[in-house]
């Protein structure tokens, strides 16, 4: 069973930096993609950030573009977000990603979900 564990998330002031960390049971080449969503409280959950294990290509949120980093460590089995310049609107609870095919259906795992708050 995949297992995806997030790790880093925090209180920090805006204008701060956090880096988040998911550490998965398996290689990360196993997925297809990786990534972070993020929900904050009455709002649905969005895409943060992605990479694709393979190629390496990244994709963006518009509102966090030159802001955040995603980055993975394939020895480790682990892909990183790095916040800077955080802002409250970023406050969110921050959730990890990996998809794959299944025979042939698209299978998405998840972590369980890291706090992130940005006081003003």
């Known amino acids: 069973q995949v297992q995806l564990v997030e790790s880093g998330g925090g209180l920090v002031q805006a204008g701060g930096s956090l880096r988040l960390s998911c550490a998965a049971s398996?290689?990360?080449?196993?997925?297809?993609?990786m990534g972070w969503y993020r929900q904050a409280p009455g709002k649905q959950r969005e895409l943060v950030a992605a990479?694709?294990?393979?190629?390496?290509?990244?994709n963006y949120a518009d509102s966090v573009k030159g802001r955040f980093t995603i980055s993975r460590d394939n020895a480790k089995n682990t892909v990183y977000l790095q916040m800077n310049s955080l802002k409250p609107e970023d406050t969110a609870v921050y959730y990890c990603?990996?998809?794959?095919?299944?025979?042939?259906?698209?299978?998405?795992?998840w972590g369980q979900g890291t706090q992130v708050t940005v006081s003003s």
């Open positions: 990603n990996a998809e794959r095919r299944v025979y042939g259906r698209i299978a998405d795992y």
């Open positions: 398996e290689s990360i080449f196993s997925f297809r993609n």
């Open positions: 990479v694709v294990t393979s190629g390496g290509s990244t």
